[in-house]
């Protein structure tokens, strides 16, 4: 029996050949992103331009403001990521809640400085969703106490009832 004929693969094309289009597609997602950026090659003054107000923002005492207030609305990822680590499952707590109305008002008060409207609206409008689930929450609280029942957090309570804990008291 003869052998059977090798057939050599063919070669990738030559648009494709050792290169990877991710490094253009970064290039394109930064000058999407960052109009100076684009502009930087035709108006290189303009790029520094940008950049030193930028920069020159830093000493600013209101940047600071805005920081401060951009941290405390992250912070509320950070305790949700915590709480739900230690309950084994997604959960949003309370304290959620209070974290996202507080860096929602001081970003407002910030966007009021900077005359930004786009933020002074996205975060006026979330904090009527905040103080609602405040409120949703107080009015549990609330029904709870007059009922006689004890108040705890309300994914306690429906974790308790998953492991079967409070089986007896599902119907109350």
């Known amino acids: 029996m003869a052998p059977e004929p090798q057939f050599e693969s063919s070669p990738p094309p ?3 050949r050792g290169r990877s ?3 253009a597609a970064l290039a394109l997602c930064l000058l999407l992103a960052c109009p100076a950026l684009a502009q930087a090659t035709t108006e290189p003054a303009a790029t520094a331009s940008w950049f030193s107000e ?3 923002k830093v000493n600013s005492p209101w940047f600071w403001f805005g920081m401060t207030a951009q941290f405390v609305f992250f912070m509320r990822f950070v305790v949700q990521w ?3 680590e230690r309950r084994r499952r997604s959960t949003v707590p309370v304290a959620f ?3 996202s109305l507080v860096g929602s008002l001081a970003l407002f008060v910030y966007a009021v400085h900077e005359r930004d409207p ?3 609206a996205g975060q006026l409008l979330a904090c009527f969703i905040y103080i609602r689930n405040l409120m949703l929450i107080s009015d549990w609280q609330t029904r709870r106490r007059r009922a006689g029942l004890p108040v705890t957090d309300l994914d306690t309570e429906d974790a308790l009832k998953e492991s079967g804990a409070v089986a007896g008291k599902s119907g109350q």
């Open 54 to 56: 930028v920069l020159g």
């Open 14 to 16: 030559a648009s494709r």
């Open 21 to 23: 289009t991710r490094p």
């Open 118 to 120: 786009v933020i002074m």
């Open 82 to 84: 915590i709480v739900s």
């Open 97 to 99: 809640w209070y974290l």
